[in-house]
C-alpha cells in the first residue's frame, strides 16, 4: 500500500490540524443520510429540468451501492474521481495510473460509463493529462481550477507531448461551496449573490461557467435554496443547464447553447464520501 504510507504521511504531518476541525464539520454533515441529500437535489434539479453532474471517488461507490442506483437511474451524470481520494501530486506516476484505471473498472462493474473526470482536490501532474488521453476520456472539470484557466468562459485543450489534447476542459469556478461555507463563512444570501453575479458575467459573453458544489453542503436542508435560487436566476438569465457530456456533445456538434440559450451552467459536485463512515476510512 504505498499510495496510502506516502500520502497519509503528508495528511497527517500537513493538514493534522485542518483534519480535526474537518472532521467535526463532516460528522455534523452526516447526521443527514446521504438518500435525503441526493433526494433534495433531484428534486430543486427536476424543478428546472436541469442535469447535475457527480464526480465520485470509485471505491466510495463500490461500498454504497443502493445510492449508486438511485444517481444512476436519474438524469444526472457520474463521472470519475479517481479510485481512492488521494493527492496525485504526493503519489508516483504508476500509482496515478493504477487509481484512474482501477475507477473506469470499479463504475464498470456497475454498470457505469464514465466519460469525464476531476482529480481529488483538483491536483494534477503533469503526467495526469497523458493517463486522460490515453483512457479515451471525453472531459476534464479539475484542470479548469488552476488560476490561469478559472476565469476562462469557454471549453478549451490543453497541449500534450506538443498537440492539442482530444478531451476538452472547462474553467471552474474558484466559488465552491466549501470556500464559501467553510472558509468564508457566507450567509445563504451571500453565495446566492455572488454565483449569479458568475452568471450574469457568463450572459454576456454566451460562455460556459461552471461550480462546483459538493452535495454533502448544497443537498442539506439549510443550504438547498441556494441551488434552487441559482436555477431561478439561471432560467430567467435563458441559461442551459445540463450535464457535462450533454454540453460537451451538443458544443463539438453545433457550436452553440442548445435552444440557443445565453450560456451554459454546469452544476458538478464531488462525492467523496457518503457516510461519515467513508470519510474516517480515507484517514487510516
Ligand atoms: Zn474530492
Redesign the pocket.
Known sequence: MVIKTGWLKYLWNKRGGKILYQSIRMAKFHKTPFKIILENIFEVMDEYRAGFTFPIVASVALKNTKLMSMISKSRHEVAS?GFK?VNYKYISKREQELDILKSIWAFKSIKITVRGFRA??NAYTDYTPKLLEKYNFLWDIGIGYASKYRGLKKFFRIRINGKESKFLCIPLSQWSDDAMIDRYCLKNFQMVKILKKAMEKTAEKHGVVMFDLHPIRIGQPEYIDVLREILAYGEHLDGWFPTVTEAVNYWLNHKKWKGDASFCCLLTG?I?NFTFADYLLRLF
Request: glycine letters at 0%; a negative charge; zero cysteines.
Open positions: 474521481h481520494h481529488p482536490y464531488d467523496d
